[in-house]
């Protein structure tokens, strides 16, 4: 599996971006896709996961609200529309596939194949 993560850049506070992440090389739908993002100095933290199917997704608490997480099937791409962003937003923003057959995991151990990360900058 491969991953490939964009749209990041710079924007102000209480702007927004879409994150998407393309993924190649195995059946999309036999997989959950998360987020994750990693501060400098800080670890890899989750931010959101969506289901095989879409229909169920996942959120931590500090995004609920302001990001939301989206797949399209027949484009094999996963989405990340984060609105209202603050600077303690700033990271880069990673996209990880998980292959286990059910379930699903806010822990970077447990997700397989990860996308290169896209930087995001959001200033004061």
């Known amino acids: 599996v491969q991953l490939q993560a964009s749209g990041g850049g710079l924007v102000q506070a209480g702007g927004s971006l879409r994150l998407s992440c393309a993924a190649s090389?195995?059946?999309?739908?036999?997989?959950?896709i998360g987020w994750f993002r990693q501060a400098p100095g800080k670890e890899r933290e989750f931010v959101a996961a969506?289901?095989?199917?879409?229909?169920?997704?996942f959120y931590v608490d500090f995004v609920k609200g302001r990001f939301t997480i989206s797949r399209d099937n027949a484009k094999d791409t996963v989405y990340l529309q984060m609105n209202s962003l603050k600077p303690e937003d700033t990271a880069v923003y990673y996209c990880?596939?998980?292959?286990?057959?059910?379930?699903?995991?806010?822990?970077?151990?447990?997700?397989?194949?990860w996308g290169q990360g896209t930087l995001v900058t959001v200033s004061s």
């Open positions: 990880a596939a998980d292959l286990r057959p059910t379930g699903y995991s806010d822990s970077p151990a447990r997700y397989d194949y």
């Open positions: 090389g195995r059946d999309f739908t036999s997989y959950v």
């Open positions: 969506i289901s095989r199917g879409g229909g169920i997704t």
